[in-house]
C-alpha cells in the first residue's frame, strides 16, 4: 500500500514563504504524476501543480510565477516552494501520485495559514 506523508504546512504572513514536502512510501516506483492539491473551506479540491516524472510541470493560473513544484524521483519525493504568499492561499495542501497504471493516492493533508 503507498503512503504519501506531507510536512512542512503552517502559519506564515502574507508576502511569506513556505515549502511543502511529501515522500511516497510503499513503492518502489517512482509515480508518473506527482503534485499537489488545494481545498479551502467551503470550496472544491483545486489542482495547485503537477509533475511527472520527466520533469514537466503544470500549474495552476493562481499558482503561476510564485510556486514552483520540484521532485526527486530517486527518493519519491515532490516538494512545492511557495513564495509571495497570499491570505486566499489558505488551504489544506495534499499530496498526490499517479502511476502509469492510473492507481492514484493522496496524502492526509497539511494545513497552510496565510494571515493578512
Known amino acids: 500500500q503507498v503512503q504519501l506523508v506531507e510536512s512542512g504546512g503552517g502559519l506564515v504572513q502574507a508576502g511569506g514563504s513556505l515549502r511543502l514536502s511529501c515522500t511516497a512510501s510503499?513503492?518502489?516506483?517512482?509515480?508518473?504524476?506527482m503534485g499537489w492539491y488545494r481545498q479551502a473551506p467551503g470550496k472544491q479540491r483545486e489542482l495547485v501543480a503537477t509533475?511527472?516524472?520527466?520533469?514537466?510541470?503544470n500549474y495552476a493560473d493562481s499558482a503561476k510565477g510564485r510556486f514552483t513544484i520540484s521532485r526527486d524521483n530517486a527518493k519519491k519525493m515532490v516538494d512545492l516552494q511557495m513564495s509571495s504568499l497570499k491570505p486566499e492561499d489558505t488551504a489544506v495542501y495534499y499530496c498526490?501520485?499517479?502511476?502509469?497504471?492510473?492507481?492514484?493516492?493522496w496524502g492526509q493533508g497539511t494545513q497552510v495559514t496565510v494571515s493578512s
Open positions: 509533475i511527472t516524472n520527466s520533469g514537466r510541470t
Open positions: 510503499g513503492s518502489i516506483f517512482s509515480g508518473k504524476i
Open positions: 498526490t501520485v499517479q502511476y502509469s497504471d492510473s492507481r492514484t493516492y
